[in-house]
């Protein structure tokens, strides 16, 4: 069984469209992430969410909205995509409430906006 | 806030060869260390990690990595490398104490492993 599973693995869109990526982890865990993987690798925090409470907003544009519906799924909704939406977008899961957590990612999601 | 330097950005080594890749990182207070690998195409999986002890841990498929406080590194290791290990590394801290679990990434280092 996967551990951290993502929606879809591939997206091609045009502009201006709305898209969503969804993220869903059967390890138990509380806690769940989003990062953002540029052309050129760097990885970086977008959002973190520990029992569905958003505990993590890093500078990302508001078009960008995370969503809990329960502490297994961490969804991300992005409204008008522009070009420089395009990466790899990374959920990962750790079970929180430790100093010493360790985090699991799932297989990433190729968002090429057109 | 912390950051974390990976001085290597492309290493090219013969199988057989000895691995090091450098990490260092910024930060005032006590962090946890991981190095993830990304196999081409792949997720990022965990290779080892750093809480507290012993500083030189030991991975999966024969990899170490040493944290040195006075350096503030967490130097990757393996004596012998094979063509599968072809992959991206990326070393990550998160700082302890701030209740902030996300993680900070280096820029990553790409190894190539020629047969």
Redesign the interface.
Same mark, same amino acid.
Request: charged share 20%; proline share 0%.
């Given at each position: 069984d996967t551990a951290v599973s993502q929606t879809p693995k591939y997206l091609v869109t045009q502009m201006g469209n709305d898209k969503s990526i969804k993220c869903e982890q059967n390890l138990g865990h509380d806690t769940m992430y989003w990062y953002k993987q540029d052309s050129k690798k760097f990885l970086k925090i977008m959002f973190s969410y520990n029992n569905k409470e958003l505990i993590i907003n890093e500078t990302v544009p508001n078009r960008f909205s995370p969503k809990s519906p329960d502490k297994a799924h961490l969804n991300l909704h992005i409204n008008s995509l522009e070009l420089g939406d395009s990466a790899v977008y990374f959920c990962a899961s750790s079970q929180g409430g430790s100093s010493t957590d360790t985090q699991y990612f799932g297989p990433g999601t190729r968002l090429t906006v057109l | 806030a912390q950051s974390v330097s990976q001085h290597n950005h492309h290493v090219i080594l013969s199988e057989a060869a000895s691995l090091e890749l450098g990490c260092n990182y910024s930060y005032g207070g006590t962090v946890?260390l &991981?190095w993830?690998v990304?196999y081409p195409g792949?997720?990022?999986?965990?290779l080892l990690?750093y &809480?507290?002890g012993d500083p030189l841990v030991k991975g999966i498929k024969g990899f170490e990595a040493e944290f040195i406080k006075s350096k503030f590194s967490f130097n990757l290791r393996k004596p012998s490398v094979q063509w599968s290990d072809t992959a991206?590394y &990326?070393c990550?801290v998160?700082a #302890?104490?701030t +209740? #902030? #679990?996300?993680?900070? &990434?280096g820029? +990553?280092t790409?190894l190539q492993v020629q047969p």
């Open positions: - | 946890n &991981f993830y990304q792949q997720h990022l999986q965990l990690k &809480f507290s991206e &990326f990550a998160n #302890r104490g +209740g #902030r #679990r996300a993680l900070t &990434f820029s +990553g790409r």
